[in-house]
């Protein structure tokens, strides 16, 4: 599975008006702290690859769920496509002490609010990254075959809501922290 995101900074009051214009539906709002981890068999941010565990939760919730993604390097120019493996974990602190015990360390933990709109089969998401400001993604899931298409549909969208796509940012939020 590859997922096709394209992601500028926007001001938030402004997008939301326009995904209600265009009949954006709003899904939910979540708390998102991902950990990110380096590999002690190779430098993933020379192989442009990343290994996190997620924990989420609704933003009026304190229960959390945790999942544990793999993030291949960038396949395109123009967006941040790539392919991805996602599986929820029972336990994000097990999971954890597992990738400590196999000698992965943890690098930084990006924390950001989201806000999550549907748009066809597209997510429009709204994010306030702690330390970095308000973003907004658009993004969706697509086979090998299907990456061109999802990722002109994605730079329609984004200029539908006003948002130039040739400001698109390929560098994930840790990239950003860290740069």
Known sequence: MYEVEVKVRADHDAVRDRLGDIGGERV?????EDTYYDAPHRDFA???EALRI????????DDCEARVTYKG???????????EFET????GETMAAVL?????????????????????????????????????????ETDEAG???????AFDLLDRLGLDPDEGIRTSY????LG
């Open 28 to 32: 939910g709002r979540v708390v998102q």
């Open 46 to 48: 020379a192989t442009d």
């Open 54 to 61: 997620r924990r989420e939760r609704p933003a009026d919730a």
């Open 73 to 83: 390097p960038l396949v395109d120019d123009a967006s941040k496509t790539r392919e």
């Open 88 to 91: 929820g974990v029972a336990d």
């Open 100 to 140: 400590d015990g196999l000698g992965f360390d943890p690098a930084a933990t990006v924390r950001k609010e989201r806000e999550r709109y549907a748009v066809g089969d597209y997510v429009v998401t709204l994010d306030a990254v702690d330390g970095l400001g308000e973003f907004v993604e658009v993004e969706t």
């Open 147 to 153: 990456v061109d298409a999802a990722r002109e549909g």
């Open 174 to 177: 840790l990239g950003l922290l």
